[in-house]
Every structure is written in C-alpha cells, then in structure tokens.
Nanobody
Framework: QVQLVESGGGLVQPGGSLRLSCAAS????????MGWHRQAPGRQRELVAAVSFRSDDTDYADSVKGRFTLSRDNAKNTVYLQMNSLKPDDTAVYYCNANLLPTWGLKRDYWGQGTQVTVSS
C-alpha cells in the first residue's frame, strides 16, 4: 500500500510565503514523477508543478513560474513546494500527486487528501 502525506497548508496574507511538503511511503518499487495540483472552487483541478525523479526535468504552470519552486529528496520520496509572492488567485486545495511503480501491480497515479491554502488579507 502507498500513502502520500501532505503538510504545510494554511492562511497567509498576499505577498506571503508557504511551504508544502509531500512524502510518499509504503510499497514503492520506483518513483517516476511527483508534484502538486490544485483545485479552486468552481474550477477544474490543474497542474501546479511536477518533477521527474529520473532526470532534472521540472514543469510549472505559467501562473506560478518565478514564484513557486519545487524540489525533491529522492532518498525520502518527498517533494517540497516553496510558494512565494502568494496571490489571492493561489487560493485552492493543493493535492500531492505521485506517479510510481508499486512493489506489486502496474505503474499508476496516487493522490494525497489535499491541503487548503488560503491567501487573504
């Protein structure tokens, strides 16, 4: 069984910073990609940032480029999303996502339960 444990959400004023972390644990044979998606009320879930565990490739949504930084710890199967210069439009539930191969079964996506990020004065 695979689990994704998220932490770091909360309330912050515009222009502030937050750091999200997501740790994958359990029966993991190999990690392919980890990252974060978000979903605001009335909107579809969208990719925020994702990083490959097999290369240095990192992708960001255009709306967060230059403000958010995604980093990884391969040994711990953990990713960190540093969010700076936060805007009210960044308010959403942030979901950790991992594409990985479990020790049994096929490679597939796993999701965390989500953490709320609210940017408001």
């Amino acid at each position: 069984q695979v689990q994704l444990v998220e932490s770091g959400g909360g309330l912050v004023q515009p222009g502030g910073s937050l750091r999200l972390s997501c740790a994958a644990s359990g029966s993991i044979a190999s990690m392919n990609v980890m990252g974060w998606h978000r979903q605001a009320p009335g909107r579809q879930r969208e990719l925020v940032a994702a990083v490959s565990f097999r290369s240095d490739d990192t992708d960001y949504a255009d709306s967060v480029k230059g403000r958010f930084t995604l980093s990884r710890d391969n040994a711990k199967n953990t990713v960190y999303l540093q969010m700076n210069s936060l805007k009210p439009d960044d308010t959403a539930v942030y979901y950790c996502n991992a594409n990985l191969l479990p020790t049994w079964g096929l490679k597939r996506d796993y999701w965390g339960q989500g953490t709320q990020v609210t940017v408001s004065s």
